[in-house]
Structures are given as C-alpha cells and as structure tokens.
C-alpha cells in the first residue's frame, strides 16, 4: 500500500514568493490535514478536509494560505506572498474518518523562507 | 482550550537504560492519547494509543505508555533503549469526535552508545 505522498520535498523562497505543496493521501483515506511544523515545535493544524469539503479552518491564516481538495483525493496547499515566519516543514496526513483513528503522515515539505 | 505538554525538550540516555518520556495534557473530558515517533527525514510514525481498558498499553519495538488520569499523564516508558531509538517523540490528543489532534512541541531522544 502506498503512503502518503508529498512534494516537492524541499522550496527555498524569497519573501513574497508564491509556492504550493501537493499531498496525495492514502487511497481510501477520506479526511486529508495539513500540518505546519516549525522546527523544534511539534506539528500545528493548519486546515483539515473530509472529501471535498474543508472541516475545520480555523488556524489556516486566511489572507495568505489557501488548500483545496477538489475531487476529494488530492490536495494543494498554497502560501501567497511567503514571509519569513511561514519557515517550516509542511506536513500532509490522512486517515478513515473515526475518533481515534492512527493518522499517517507524509515525509513533508520543507520551505526555507529567506 | 486543550494542550499537550512535553517538558523534556532534550532526553539523553546510554544505550541498554531504561527511558520515561513524559507527557501531560489539559482536557476535562475522556480523549484519545497518542505517542508518534519521527525519524530524521521521514514522517512521524504511530508508536501506540489509548483510549480505554488496561491503562497500560503496549506498542512497537518495545514502548509502553501509562495513562494517569488522576494526573492527566501519559508517560511513555521503554526498559532497554537501542541507538536506533534516537528520534523526536511526540505526545498527542484527540478530545473528542471530530478527527482533531494535537500534538505536543516533541522530546529529542539521544541515545549515546
């Protein structure tokens, strides 16, 4: 069974650049997240899907970042004009929709905002 | 508001001692625990959960976790560690049904041969 699978792996930016990430979650795995992970800070939701539909985008800065998930597989985040704070790793996850449920990650995306 | 609490950002231990990784977190109701496991340049990886039953729960490679409702804890414990060991862990919380988890900010584990 393939894993999560994201890229690109690596994106170094200049302020004020425009980049996406693509995630492709497991197959079967309906509820799709998206992750930022500052370094040396655990992970911190940024948006959350179940099909197509956003659940939860609450902490996902607005005027910025955007995701979509069109046809309920897979995904793209966006940062419009990056600034340096938006340095982190971007983690992708997916699982079956339940409480408790084991999320399983991609490797992420690293972005290096200079 | 909910939160998870590691206050060891750097653990470092010999290889064959014993290791506690410890784990507090804020929420009043009865949520789902986790422990997940990130190696250098992969993804974090399930190590073990807990929702109910034995407060003991046993995971891979040899990892156990204790859940301590009285003291809202769930310490993570392993009896020998091996250099492979050497990873960020993370505690994490799913309070309630709707597929949200938080994590905590992660303990660097050093193993030293």
């Known amino acids: 069974e393939a894993g999560v699978t994201q890229s690109p792996r690596y994106a170094v930016l200049q302020e004020g650049q425009a980049v996406s990430f693509w995630c492709d979650p497991i197959s079967g795995h309906d509820t799709l997240y998206w992750y930022q992970q500052p370094r040396d800070q655990g992970p911190q939701l940024l948006v959350y899907f179940r099909d197509e539909a956003v659940i939860d985008n609450s902490q996902l800065p607005s005027d910025r970042f955007s995701a979509v998930r069109p046809k309920g597989t897979n995904s793209t985040l966006k940062i419009q004009s990056a600034k340096q704070g938006d340095t982190a790793t971007y983690l992708c996850a997916s699982n079956p929709t339940g409480f408790g449920n084991t999320l399983y990650f991609g490797e992420g995306s690293r972005l290096i905002v200079v | 508001a909910q939160s998870v609490t590691q206050p060891d950002a750097r653990v470092t231990v010999s290889e064959g001692a014993s290791l506690q990784l410890r784990c507090k977190y804020s929420y009043s109701g009865t949520p789902y625990l986790f422990w997940y496991v990130q190696y250098p340049r992969q993804g974090l990886q399930l190590l073990l959960k807990?929702?109910?039953?034995?407060?003991v729960v046993q995971g891979v490679n040899g990892f156990e976790a204790e859940f301590i409702k009285s003291n809202s804890s769930f310490h993570l414990r392993k009896a020998s560690v091996h250099w492979s060991d050497s990873a960020v862990y993370f505690c994490a919380v799913s309070p309630n049904s709707n597929n949200r988890i938080f994590f905590g900010d992660g303990t660097q584990l050093v193993v030293k041969p």
């Open positions: 807990y929702y109910s039953g034995d407060p």
